[in-house]
């Protein structure tokens, strides 16, 4: 069945960049959505359709997309980003959905 | 205020049959193009996509438990059930459901539950 690859970790200082790839062959013809999920809670939605921000998202998340790959950054990286991300997409058929393999995200 | 919570089970057998309900408020799931999926989430595992199901009754379900799997919808209790077969250990997890909103998001899920945890055991 089709995956999407993420790097399991991302460290960074505060205010620095991060970066979390997502990787996936239907990925160039597919949208990719990324979510952030904090321990003990639901999951929330923070890019959709590549590089779109839900209101409420701070601008420092942003998205973009390259071919194969996916990626989120988070600008100016403050302490309470720290937690798991996971993206989202679809398989070739378009129907079926799937998750990434989940990256922690660390603020050192 | 849009809502989703998910009841159920909080133990079942192996070899069991699980059924899930998802009672959502704030929206109806008669409003074209909005939806309901199911995921979940093992202990300390990645999230994993289970089904979903739009307004037109339209559904989808993971490759891989898709022969395990049937979603459906009540309209009228603006409930979403999903229901698992031959339950196993490996399926103890957290089960969330989240809304599409395909108009705004795509598919993206914008508003999840707070997840209901189920635990396979004898």
């Known amino acids: 069945s089709y995956e999407l690859t993420q790097p399991p970790s991302v460290s960074v200082s505060p205010g620095q960049t991060a970066r979390i790839t997502c990787s996936g062959d239907?990925?160039?013809?597919?949208?990719a959505y990324w979510y952030q999920q904090k321990p003990g809670q639901a999951p929330v939605l923070v890019i959709y359709?590549?590089?779109e921000r839900p209101s409420g998202i701070p601008e420092r998340f942003s998205g973009s997309s390259s071919g194969t790959t996916v990626t989120l950054t988070i600008s100016g990286v403050q302490a309470e980003d720290e937690a798991d991300y996971y993206c989202?997409?679809?398989?070739?058929?378009?129907?079926?959905?799937?998750f990434g393999t989940g990256t922690k995200v660390t603020v050192l | 205020q849009v809502t989703l919570k998910e009841s159920g089970p909080v133990l079942v057998k192996p070899t069991e049959t699980l059924t899930l309900t998802c009672t959502v408020s704030g929206f109806s799931l008669s409003n074209a193009r909005m939806g309901v999926s199911w995921i979940r989430q093992p202990p300390g595992k990645a999230l994993e996509w289970l089904a979903h199901i739009f307004s037109n009754d339209e559904k989808s379900y993971s490759t891989s438990l898709k022969s395990r799997l049937t979603i459906s919808k009540d309209t009228s209790k603006s409930q979403v059930v999903l229901t698992m077969t031959n339950m196993d250990p490996v399926d103890t997890a957290t089960y969330y459901c989240a809304r599409i909103d395909w108009y705004h998001y795509y598919y993206g899920m914008d508003v999840w539950g707070q997840g209901t945890t189920v635990t396979v055991s004898s």
């Open positions: 989202q997409s679809a398989d070739s058929s378009g129907a079926v959905m799937v």
């Open positions: 359709k590549d590089s």
């Open positions: 239907a990925l160039p013809k597919q949208y």
